[in-house]
């Protein structure tokens, strides 16, 4: 699996099946910083992972990768509900 070029709010939004503009707060490189990321996976994973449907293989792959964002980035979350205006 490769992503390139991606700033760090589309990961942490992808990696938590969330849309980007509820991705709120971070430091000032959280839009502006790019980054690659290129994941092997060891080949009882691989076989586990071509198992699934491309859904389910896609959200197994999104959370592998929560823990890698917590590893680099030292990233931490919560959830919280909010009232807003449409």
Do not use: C
């Not at 099946?17 to 290129?38: E, Q």
């Amino acid at each position: 699996m490769a992503l390139t070029g991606a700033n760090a709010r589309t990961l942490v939004a992808n990696a938590y099946g969330k849309d980007l503009p509820n991705v709120l707060g971070g430091p000032a490189w959280i839009d502006s910083d790019k980054y690659d990321v290129v994941a092997t996976f060891a080949e009882p994973v691989a076989a586990r992972l071509k198992s699934l449907s491309s859904r389910d293989r896609m959200e197994q792959i999104l959370v592998m990768l929560r823990p890698v964002m917590e590893q680099r980035f030292g990233l931490t979350t919560h959830h919280e509900s909010r009232e807003v205006s449409v």
